[in-house]
């Protein structure tokens, strides 16, 4: 379901309209009338620097040169070990994998193989030549080390890599077995068991992944789990239960799912141009790194194109003339060696006093520049501090408050291969995920109670979503706030981590135009400022007209400046960016008209996000993803999202990958939980009546009919005392959702429910009859309050009756 346009421009020409509720994020339309377009600019000069937009400044986070090269054997060591395994001391290697129909002469093409396979293995975040901490888990070797280790590692890096190869198909175990010697079956079982179950493989939204039958589920029925958030890695962890036999619900705020991930459709109200359209990322925008991205994988499912985005970015001084080529590229060296100097500094730190010394990377780069006498002239502090800000856009936040110890900490695992835009927006991958999953919209979770009888996730609806396990994806932001309450609260590790994380925020300045009168042959363009505490803002350009269906230039507020940019009127906003753009091409003779619709962001004052990403604050680091990640209840709740990815923090990616990892975790809970014996032979497990909720009480309700079912007050037997009542509200789609409300009614008006025929007519009886309000669980107020604990109290005295009555 799409959220409804409430930005779309006025009739009239040259107005703004701003939202009175803006939806994700979103501030403002503006609306106007443009000259015809004049010739193109000029193409990019070849001899402007090139930039790569990576996340950090240090390109080869896995360098080569630790990667083992698997050439073929000698000609002894291959007759001696032809049947078991090949080697290549030192280190020795596995030969597991043969190719049929292939002379003995194809060893040399075997070899490279095997290198090709294990690039492709690394690139999808497998470790070299060890296993990952997830297979050390899962047992999938008797025995870790040695040639077992070797050959599994070989034959996972062919599974993955067939796979890959072409991922529309879906990938059985019996064609990952072909290319493997008998001896090693059971390597392929226990390689292609991890695989699927984690998500490495036959995963996305490919016809045959879709229509592939389900796992069998870890228990009948099969378990089933409330998702909260229906953002990317909500949405990937859904897909992944389901087709581990999962019964899945997902509970969002919103009323259109992605999250922070949010396409729009900008058009123009303008007679002149009736046709001119474009679909704009607000949100999440750019995959950055394609190499064993799962983004890139769902594309090439959905045939969709991928747009490299050019590294060519030329940058203008704020009178808009272009900043001499030579001082450019002296100048960004110069950042870099600023940034190695900090990174040496922390080195030396850290061997000395440790990592829990921690200072703000923002202010050691200052220390350092002016001790180095960095950037002396005007000119040179300005193209420093556009480099600034281009590192607090990675971050999402301001290098005073970056961790200068951890703020890369995520550096080594960075996907390689280009950074890429898809044509008509992300939300493409956002809606083939959400197809035919059940997401109830406009639901704002309140609270999650959990405990050893399963999860109850309370809405601001009053309504009340039941299952064995719930799994939250809400962003970081969120989490601080504290609006969701946890019942019983969460950890103190957990929430310190919550707390020492950060959450930070960019902005956009979206422009439709006319036409497009910048350079057609660039995707970005940098624009300097002089106030150093304004460097963010509107410091880069990124020109969408190649993958949004029309002229589409957006600018980006990064930093301080995307803060206070929340705090401006959005007019003002868009009139100081046509402000840059036109001092940096009236000079040229190419003039800028009035953009036919504009949307500027809000993501700080967004009540869904209340931020951009995360990143690593001052005395916080990589362990507190790992922190966030953990489950708790006992395998109950669990939690996702790119914060909750210490390897892939603050992407897309990021987000699905946990997605796929906490549904794997899940399932493996559910297996422990269904494989555990009931205790003392009893077919239900007995616990404290005290960590009951209602949900809980009313497993045993004294009387029911219809959707009504009644638990009367243990206290008195009088016709006058009330009883607790629960009405369902809305039809039962399956036994993992349900809608309660409750109200307090007493036993006598009780009987004559029942004796209605019909919910209708027992809910008017309520409501004119009786005078009975139905409310949600808050609602039920100090009466109720006091039914519930005398309740939980007769349950218990009656398990110590019971516990004493079987000699417990």
Excluded at 483 to 511: S, T
Excluded at 686 to 703: G, P, W
Aim: net charge neutral.
């Amino acid at each position: 379901m799409e959220e409804p346009d409430s930005t779309s421009p006025p009739s009239s020409p040259a107005t703004t309209s701003a939202a009175t509720s803006p939806p994700d994020g979103v501030d403002i339309s503006i609306s106007a009338s443009a000259p015809p377009p004049p010739p193109p600019a000029p193409s990019a000069d070849p001899t402007l620097p090139r930039r790569k937009r990576r996340k950090k400044q240090f390109p080869g986070m896995i360098p080569l040169a630790r990667l083992r090269i698997l050439r073929n054997p000698s000609s002894s060591d291959k007759h001696q070990h032809q049947q078991t395994l090949l080697y290549d001391p030192p280190p020795p290697r596995s030969a597991a994998i043969r190719r049929r129909g292939r002379p003995p002469s194809s060893a040399l093409r075997l070899s490279r193989d095997l290198d090709i396979e294990a690039l492709i293995a690394i690139a999808a975040g497998f470790p070299i030549d060890t296993l990952t901490e997830e297979e050390i888990d899962c047992s999938v070797i008797p025995t870790l080390g040695g040639t077992s280790q070797r050959n599994y590692i070989a034959v996972r890096n062919h599974i993955i890599s067939r796979w890959r190869s072409d991922p529309s198909v879906w990938l059985t175990e019996a064609q990952a077995l072909e290319s493997i010697r008998a001896e090693h079956h059971w390597l392929v079982s226990a390689a292609y068991s991890f695989l699927l179950r984690h998500g490495y493989i036959n995963f996305g939204v490919a016809p045959a992944v879709l229509s592939a039958p389900p796992r069998q589920s870890p228990s009948l029925p099969a378990p089933a789990v409330i998702i909260i958030g229906a953002g990317l890695a909500g949405l990937s962890a859904a897909r992944h239960l389901l087709s581990l036999g999962f019964r899945v619900a997902i509970v969002e705020g919103r009323r259109r799912p992605g999250g922070r991930v949010y396409t729009k459709k900008m058009c123009s109200s303008s007679a002149e141009h009736p046709s001119v359209t474009a679909a704009v990322d607000l949100g999440g925008s750019v995959l950055t790194g394609i190499n064993g991205n799962p983004l890139g994988v769902l594309a090439r499912q959905m045939g969709l194109p991928l747009h490299k985005v050019r590294d060519v970015c030329p940058l203008y001084l704020p009178d808009g003339c272009p900043v001499d080529s030579d001082v450019d590229a002296r100048m960004e060296a110069t950042f870099n060696q600023l940034l190695d100097k900090v990174c040496r500094l922390r080195q030396t730190v850290c061997d000395e006093l440790g990592a829990a010394v921690d200072a703000s990377l923002g202010k050691s780069l200052e220390v350092f520049r002016k001790a180095h006498e960095i950037a002396t002239s005007s000119e040179e502090r300005m193209l420093l501090n556009w480099h600034l800000a281009n590192l607090e856009y990675a971050n999402a936040a301001l290098l005073s408050d970056l961790s200068m110890v951890f703020w890369d900490q995520d550096d080594p695992y960075e996907m390689g291969g280009d950074h890429c835009f898809i044509p008509g927006g992300n939300s493409r991958f956002v809606h083939a995920l959400a197809e035919n999953i059940p997401i109830f919209y406009g639901r704002t979770v309140t609270r999650v109670h959990y405990g050893c009888d399963g999860v109850l996730v309370c809405t601001n609806t009053g309504q009340a979503f039941r299952g064995d396990m719930a799994l939250c994806t809400v962003p970081l932001g969120v989490l601080k706030t504290g609006r969701i309450q946890f019942k019983p609260e969460l950890p103190v590790r957990k929430q310190e981590a919550i707390k020492k994380l950060g959450f930070g925020l960019l902005n956009k300045v979206a422009m439709l135009f006319p036409y497009n009168f910048w350079d057609g042959g660039i995707d970005t363009f940098g624009h300097l400022t002089e106030n150093s505490n304004q460097r963010g803002e509107f410091f880069l350009f990124y020109s969408y007209t190649s993958v949004a269906g029309g002229p589409l230039l957006i600018a980006l507020v990064a930093g301080e400046s995307a803060v206070e940019f929340e705090k401006t009127p959005p007019m003002e906003s868009v009139k100081k960016v046509l402000e840059v753009l036109r001092k940096i091409f009236t000079p040229k003779g190419v003039q800028v008209p009035e953009p036919l619709e504009a949307i500027c962001t809000r993501w700080g004052t967004d009540r869904f996000t209340h931020g951009s990403y995360s990143y690593v604050s001052i005395g916080a680091s990589g362990d507190d993803y790992d922190i966030l990640a953990e489950s708790v209840g006992d395998g109950r709740l669990f939690f996702a999202g790119e914060a909750t990815n210490r390897r892939y923090p603050a992407t897309m990616h990021g987000a699905i990958l946990s997605g796929f990892r906490e549904a794997a975790n899940i399932e493996k809970a559910a297996r422990k939980r269904a494989q555990k014996p009931p205790e003392n032979g009893n077919d239900v497990e007995m616990v404290d009546a005290s960590e009951y909720d209602l949900d809980d009480l009313f497993r045993v309700a004294d009387t029911s009919f219809g959707g009504f079912s009644v638990i009367y007050d243990p206290a008195s037997p009088n016709e006058s005392s009330n009883s607790l009542v629960r009405v369902q509200i809305g039809k039962r789609e399956s036994d993992a959702k349900f809608g309660f409300l409750y109200g307090l009614v007493s036993r006598k008006n009780v009987m004559e429910l029942a004796m209605i025929d019909g919910d209708d007519q027992r809910l008017h009886a309520l409501d004119q009859d009786f005078g009975t309000n139905l409310v949600d669980r808050s609602g039920l107020g100090t009466d109720g309050e006091d039914l519930i604990a005398r309740i939980k109290e007769a349950r218990r005295a009656n398990n110590r009756n019971k516990e004493a009555a079987n000699g417990i």
